[in-house]
């Protein structure tokens, strides 16, 4: 079984870490699998708002968090503000040494940038952020019409919806295209083409 790990913090955009969390936590099911074990992780273990005031209470810290096999980092207006916190984006780059997958969505991938992890790489972010990413991330390629951008160990998706068709490209990679198929059936979710077939860099 493998440790998905999902950052959440203040102003977290919702849908980009439920969505991951969804995916990672029902893929393999149908067919008797349980190849995940999906939790979230907080600086602090203080209930966290996300954005338009879900508050949702951590599984883990920083310090007490398990050995991920997945790290996903959402994205959200709160990147503004952690993409400054040194801890958090040190923690990030810790992490990402031992990581079998790691995973942005949408302004995600700012914390990414801070960390060093997108260095020589190429990557995408929310279509409102995309300058940002560019200011951050001088040293990356950003593909400004991509849905999700495969770099081999970090796959990073554009905004929102998007990491949905990232999480379910990233089952395809751990256990097989049809597991993620079966995945996007049950959840009846449409999975784009676009999703399906990211930019390879």
Known sequence: MKN????????????DFCGPFEVFSVAGRRSGLDPFHVYTVARESR?????????????????????PDVLVVPGGYGTRREMHNEALTDWIAERAKDVELLLSVCTGALLLAKAGLLEGLSATTHHGALGLLKEVAPNTE?????????????????????GIDMSLYAVGRLLGVEHAEETARYM??????????????
């Not at 998905?4 to 849908?15: G, H, S």
């Not at 009846?188 to 860099?201: I, T």
């Open 47 to 67: 209930p966290v708002l996300a954005r338009n005031g879900l508050s949702v209470n951590p599984a883990h810290t920083l310090g007490d968090c398990p050995r």
């Open 188 to 201: 009846e979710y449409d999975w784009s083409e676009k999703g399906r077939r990211p930019a390879v860099a």
């Open 142 to 162: 950003v593909l400004e019409s991509e849905r999700v951008v495969d770099n081999g160990k970090v796959i990073v998706s554009a905004g929102i919806s998007a």
């Open 4 to 15: 998905v790990a999902i950052l959440i913090f203040d102003e977290v955009e919702v849908l």
